[in-house]
């Protein structure tokens, strides 16, 4: 998957897969979570270079927290077998989120700069937002 080109948007959605898989599987008694979101931030840096470790998505599952378990009892990942057809609100969190941080960056970059400049400067910082909280 990491030599396909993908969107930002399919980038977003795989790592959150990958997230989900593993939570499913469970392996640990302890700790199952953090190691998701330790191997969705591999595969986001993988696929979006080596500042994506910037991206804080650990933080946005911990003020989500409530929607993070309502996304993953809604698939049945606290049974034995679960649903992966009812994984898409889970999957859709991380890619959401990241399209939320892009409007809220759009909107304050206006009226500061004339037109040309705040098209080069939101490329750079749209690039970024991806990276760095903003």
Same mark, same amino acid.
């Given at each position: 998957m990491l030599k396909k080109k993908l969107s930002n948007e399919e980038i977003f959605y795989y790592a959150a897969y990958i997230h989900l898989v593993f939570v499913n599987i469970h392996p640990f008694n302890?700790? *199952?979570?953090r190691v998701?979101?330790?191997l969705e931030k591999w595969f986001?840096?993988?696929a979006l270079g080596e500042t994506a470790w910037f991206i804080q998505s650990e933080k946005y599952y911990y003020q989500?927290? *409530?929607t993070y378990y309502k996304n993953l009892n809604r698939l049945g990942i606290f049974y034995e077998k679960p649903d992966y057809a009812k994984a898409d609100k889970f999957l859709q969190m991380l890619s959401e989120r990241n399209s939320l941080k892009r409007k809220k960056l759009m909107n304050s970059c206006t009226g500061i700069?004339?037109?040309n400049k705040i098209s080069f400067r939101t490329k750079i910082y749209l690039h970024k937002n991806i990276i760095h909280e903003i």
């Open positions: 302890h700790g *199952n979570g998701g979101l330790l986001l840096s993988a989500q927290v *409530n700069f004339t037109i």
